[in-house]
Nanobody
Framework: QVQLVESGGGLVQAGGSLRLSCVVS????????MGWFRQAPGKEREFVAT????????RYADSVKGRCTISRDNAKNTVFLQMNSLEPEDTAVYYC?????????????????WGRGTQITVSS
């Protein structure tokens, strides 16, 4: 069974930074596209960032562009999301997800495996 386990969330003041990590239990997913999504209370899950299987292609939501960087270390089965200049509007549960395809995706339905999420709370 495939497991994705996120970590790195927490409480941070506006303007601060956090680095999220997602460890994937199955190495065969190493070369598939990965993504980060978030869901705030009362809102739908939304796209944050995605990275191709090779790591050479990335895409970001407009709301985080310039403040976030997605990266991956396939040797360690891990995907990262570096978040800087955090804003209260970034408060949400952040989910890591994996496709079974190498191409990036921005729609939740394109992703086959999901983690349980990690909470980020940004105080003003």
């Amino acid at each position: 069974q495939v497991q994705l386990v996120e970590s790195g969330g927490g409480l941070v003041q506006a303007g601060g930074s956090l680095r999220l990590s997602c460890v994937v239990s199955r190495s065969t997913l190493n070369y598939y596209a990965m993504g980060w999504f978030r869901q705030a209370p009362g809102k739908e899950r939304e796209f944050v960032a995605t990275i191709s299987g090779s790591g050479g292609i990335t895409r970001y939501a407009d709301s985080v562009k310039g403040r976030c960087t997605i990266s991956r270390d396939n040797a360690k089965n891990t995907v990262f999301l570096q978040m800087n200049s955090l804003e209260p509007e970034d408060t949400a549960v952040y989910y890591c997800a994996s496709r079974t395809a190498v191409n990036i995706g921005t729609i939740p339905s394109l992703f086959n495996y999901w983690g349980r999420g990690t909470q980020i709370t940004v105080s003003s």
